[in-house]
T-cell receptor, first 112, second 114 residues
C-alpha cells in the first residue's frame, strides 16, 4: 500500500532559526496537502499542491512539490513560538479514491 | 472552530464493551472521513463516505468496527468488543466533492480502553 514518510520526526530550533520538514511517498501522488496540529488540537489544513514542481508561499512558509510528484517539503523562515506544533503532509495517490494518507509528522519545538 | 463536531470528546470504557461515536460534518459537505490517531503518529485512514454511501474501508479495519451515515449527514462509528489496542483519538473530517479538496477535522473523540 501507499506509504508516506516524513523526516525529521522531531525538530527543536531557537526562535528566529529556519525549519524544514521533508515528505516522501512510495507512489506518485495526484496532490499533496499539509496540515498543522497544535498540541492537544486537531489537524488544520495549511495548503494543497497539485502541479509537478509547484512552489507556494504563505508568509514565512514555503511549500514545494517535487517534479516526480513523490516528494514535498515545508520550509519555515525565522520561526516564531506560534509555529510550535506537528506538521503533517498528506498525499492522495494518483488514480485512487479520495483518502488522504498522512505522514507520521514532524513535531516542531521553538525555544524562545 | 472548524464546524465539524464530534461527540463525545472523551470516552473511557472497559475492555469488551461496545462504544459508539458520532460525527456531525459541515452541513454542505458530501464527503465524510473517519481517521484514527495514536500518540506520535499521523492520522490513519479508517473509512470514507460520499453522501450515504460508504465508498472505501481500510484493509486494516477490523470487522469489529462499523460506520454508518444513514441520511448522508451525520455519521456514527461503532467499535464492538473493544480491546486495549483500540485506545486512540478518533477523528472525523468532512470535505466537499472534488479532487483533493481540503478536509476539515473535528476535535476528535479520545477513547481509552481499560
Amino acid at each position: 500500500g501507499q506509504q508516506v514518510m516524513q523526516i525529521p520526526q522531531y525538530q527543536h530550533v531557537q526562535e528566529g532559526e529556519d525549519f524544514t520538514t521533508y515528505c516522501n511517498s512510495s507512489t506518485t501522488l495526484s496532490n499533496i496537502q499539509w496540515y498543522k496540529q497544535r498540541p492537544g488540537g486537531h489537524p488544520v489544513f495549511l495548503i494543497q499542491l497539485v502541479k509537478s514542481g509547484e512552489v507556494k508561499k504563505q508568509k514565512r512558509l514555503t511549500f514545494q512539490f517535487g517534479e516526480a510528484k513523490k516528494n514535498s517539503s515545508l520550509h519555515i523562515t525565522a520561526t516564531q513560538t506560534t509555529d510550535v506544533g506537528t506538521y503533517f503532509c498528506a498525499g492522495v495517490r494518483s488514480g485512487s479514491a479520495r483518502q488522504l494518507t498522512f505522514g507520521s509528522g514532524t513535531q516542531l519545538t521553538v525555544l524562545p | 472552530d472548524t464546524g465539524v463536531s464530534q461527540d463525545p470528546r472523551h470516552k473511557i470504557t472497559k475492555r469488551g464493551q461496545n462504544v459508539t461515536f458520532r460525527c456531525d460534518p459541515i452541513s454542505e459537505h458530501n464527503r465524510l472521513y473517519w481517521y484514527r490517531q495514536t500518540l506520535g503518529q499521523g492520522p490513519e485512514f479508517l473509512t470514507y463516505f460520499q453522501n450515504e454511501a460508504q465508498l472505501e474501508k481500510s484493509r486494516l479495519l477490523s470487522n469489529r468496527f462499523s460506520a454508518e451515515r444513514p441520511k448522508g449527514s451525520f455519521s456514527t462509528l461503532e467499535i464492538q468488543r473493544t480491546e486495549q489496542g483500540d485506545s486512540a483519538m478518533y477523528l472525523c473530517a468532512s470535505s466537499l466533492v472534488g479532487e483533493g479538496t481540503e478536509a476539515f477535522f473535528g476535535q476528535g473523540t479520545r477513547l481509552t480502553v481499560v
